[in-house]
């Protein structure tokens, strides 16, 4: 497509589940980030693939964090036990082979969490 | 620390020119400088990013200082879809944004 591609936009959860958000990025776009970001904040970075090995997730806040991307295509980015501070919108994007930062990302809409 | 410093905030009036300055004084010579913005409700847009000349796009222009450590985003006509938050953000390794700037433009 001609974007990065997020769903859901929104998702509301109980406290307690489990959800799964994914990312469309732009066709033929190695590079995958995915960020987080609170209310009034900047976005945190999370984790990055390229293509189908994730190469640094030392953002990911806790072990109920998990994003995968097995055909280094489309990446999902799940969370376990949602608690209400995981609440916050997770923007994924993506880019030609990031290496030293010359490439620009492009963003997706993100997809907003709120939980309960 | 691969974090940069912005004004919280700025304002301008529209068609006139907005200077957002940056501060990267532990750039390192490697690291490219990117601009991004955000409206409300959406993802981060690229803007432009440069090493060490100034660069110029259908946007902005992107000076750099000499040493590197501060570079400033400059919006030639300002416009009231430029208002947004502004990213100026080193590539260290990944892209770490910090704060930004928000920018309001007057009618």
């Known amino acids: 497509g001609a974007g990065v591609s997020q769903s859901p936009r929104y998702k509301v959860a109980k406290r307690g589940q489990d959800v799964a958000l994914r990312c469309d990025p732009i066709s033929g776009h190695v590079s995958l980030f995915w960020y987080q970001q609170a209310l009034g904040q900047g976005p945190e970075f999370l984790t990055y693939f390229q293509n189908e090995a994730q190469l640094d997730k030392s953002g990911l806040p806790s072990d109920r964090f998990f994003a995968e991307r097995p055909e280094g295509s489309v990446s999902t980015l799940k969370i376990q036990r949602t608690q209400q501070e995981d609440s916050a919108v997770y923007l994924c994007?993506?880019?030609?082979?990031w290496g030293a930062g010359a490439n620009v990302l492009t963003f997706g809409a993100g997809s907003r969490l709120t939980v309960l | 620390d691969a974090k940069t410093t912005q004004p919280n905030s700025m304002e301008s009036n529209e068609e006139e020119p907005v200077h957002l300055p940056c501060n990267h004084s532990t750039i390192s010579g490697t690291d490219y400088i990117h601009w991004y913005r955000q409206l409300p409700s959406q993802g981060p847009e690229y803007v432009i990013h440069?090493?060490?000349s100034n660069v110029n796009n259908r946007m902005a222009s992107l000076a750099i200082a000499e040493d590197r450590k501060s570079s400033t985003l400059i919006l030639h006509r300002a416009t009231l879809r430029d208002a947004a938050v502004y990213y100026c953000?080193?590539?260290?390794?990944?892209?770490?944004f910090g704060q930004g700037t928000i920018l309001t433009v007057h009618p």
């Open positions: 440069g090493l060490t």
């Open positions: 953000i080193r590539s260290y390794g990944k892209l770490t």
């Open positions: 994007a993506s880019s030609y082979p």
